[in-house]
């Protein structure tokens, strides 16, 4: 999918989503979450307290669970961990190695921000072009800094996800099985997709102290 076919597909799941979240959606698209995660455990920690605070707020979510950012990547809803068997640590690593493999650049991201600023000249997008170029000066002035989405769009959505690659979408079931099987005698799985590239970024130990005791292979034909 496009960057503009995932625009107007925001705009659409999304009709409170302001010009900040665009821009946030197209920042998502380029960098992904935006930064390296440097400190897992800690990763994990913030994942389990936002976790916890969605199910104290008692927050529900009627849209889809993965939602498409385009350049391979999507939007896992974390009310996921509650309706499914999977381990926050699974989650907290895939969203750790997308980070670790999607890096985008500066120039990649203004290129991208050309065809927000086409959707808004052509009328597909609700948003002033004029309105969009203030917004777009200001933000260049400080750096393109991570953004943050809009008041009106959290208190619409409350939005709460990690930004990860679709493969693991794609291979979620497979997952869901590992995370089922987990002994604690066998701490770390290992999915192989066919490249060794793809194995790298695919694999997730099942328990978050990393010790390596003994691993497992899944095999996944394309």
Not at 92 to 106: A, E, I, K, L, P
Request: with cysteine; glycine share 6%; charged share 25%.
């Amino acid at each position: 999918m496009n960057l503009s076919n995932v625009l107007i597909m925001h705009a659409n799941l999304y009709p409170e989503m302001e010009i900040q979240d665009a821009v946030k959606l197209v920042y998502q698209n380029e960098f992904g979450g935006g930064h390296l995660i440097r400190d897992e455990r800690e990763s994990l920690r913030r994942l389990m307290d936002e976790c916890a605070a969605i199910r104290q707020a008692g927050r529900r979510v009627t849209g889809p669970r993965f939602i498409d950012i385009g350049n391979g990547m999507c939007r896992l809803d974390l009310s996921l961990l509650d309706e499914l068997t999977i381990n926050p640590s699974t989650v907290n690593r895939f969203f750790v190695n997308t980070s670790r493999c999607v890096h985008g650049s500066v120039s990649g991201f203004e290129a991208k921000l050309d065809i927000l600023r086409q959707c808004c000249r052509d009328g597909v997008l609700k948003y002033p072009p004029e309105a969009l170029e203030a917004y777009l000066e200001d933000y260049r002035g400080r750096g393109y800094p991570p953004v943050s989405h809009s008041e009106a769009y959290k208190a619409a959505y409350a939005p709460a996800y990690r930004i990860i690659k679709t493969d693991y979408r794609t291979y979620l079931e497979v997952f869901l099985k590992i995370d089922a099987s987990w002994q604690p005698e066998s701490v770390c799985w290992w999915l192989s997709t066919g490249t060794a590239a793809q194995e790298r970024a695919l694999w997730v130990p099942c328990w978050p102290m990393y010790t390596i005791a003994t691993c497992s292979t899944w095999t996944i034909s394309s």
